[in-house]
T-cell receptor, first 112, second 110 residues
């Protein structure tokens, strides 16, 4: 049982480059979300989705795009990377908004 | 390992002692609260949850206490073990997502 799978685990980008962080879950969860984690700041919500075809902004959405074409996948796109986007990114899923969130192992991104 | 939590408050306990980790939440209308454990280099893992119609809930070696009057949540870990060393986050349910606290690092001394 894979749960929530994130790729890549590590990535280094130059300022201005774009990339996509992949997230897939095999639990048939409707709700998926992306968080970033910075030292001393806990987890902050970037974007979330309550089902295929539906996405919405979280607390810190600027500089990121998401799409939800299938129930399983929820990729996070960085359009033009900035050093302020250096962080650890976590994808999570749950049956609904309320309830246990299952997290991936994280993707550590460094923007030079 | 994970560099998260360089400036986190830290609780240091002796192996076998009980640990109490505290959390203040912001929204008096929140109905659902969760504690997560995050080990170095890993994603957060669910420990225990509680709804606002309860003031206490027990799991295996863990107890969550909810004081709605002062908007305070605590996690008690009985007989703390080295494997309990991690960062612990409380989270409250918002309209659209969970809102996480900044975390507390628990260090268990052998």
């Amino acid at each position: 049982n894979a749960g929530v799978t994130q790729t890549p685990k590590f990535q280094v980008l130059k300022t201005g480059q774009s990339m996509t962080l992949q997230c897939a879950q095999d639990m048939n969860h409707e709700y998926m979300s992306w968080y970033r984690q910075d030292p001393g700041m806990g987890l902050r919500l970037i974007h979330y989705s309550v089902g295929a075809g539906i996405t919405d902004q979280g607390e810190v959405p600027n500089g990121y795009n998401v799409s939800r074409s299938t129930t399983e996948d929820f990729p996070l796109r960085l359009l033009s990377a900035a050093p302020s986007q250096t962080s650890v990114y976590f994808c999570a899923s749950s049956i609904g908004v309320s309830g246990e969130l299952f997290f991936g192992e994280g993707s550590r991104l460094t923007v030079l | 390992g994970e560099s998260v939590g360089l400036h986190l408050p830290t609780l240091s306990v002796q192996e076998g002692d009980n640990s109490i980790i505290n959390c203040a939440y912001s929204n008096s209308a929140s109905d659902y609260f969760i504690w997560y454990k995050q080990e170095s280099g890993k994603g957060p893992q669910f420990i225990i949850d509680i709804r606002s119609n309860m003031d206490k809930r027990q799991g295996q070696r863990v107890t969550v206490l909810l004081n709605k009057t002062v908007k305070h949540l605590s996690l008690q870990i009985a007989a703390t073990q080295p494997g309990d060393s991690a960062v612990y986050f409380c989270a409250e349910e918002g309209r659209r997502a969970l809102t996480f606290g900044s975390g507390t690092r628990l260090q268990v001394q052998p």
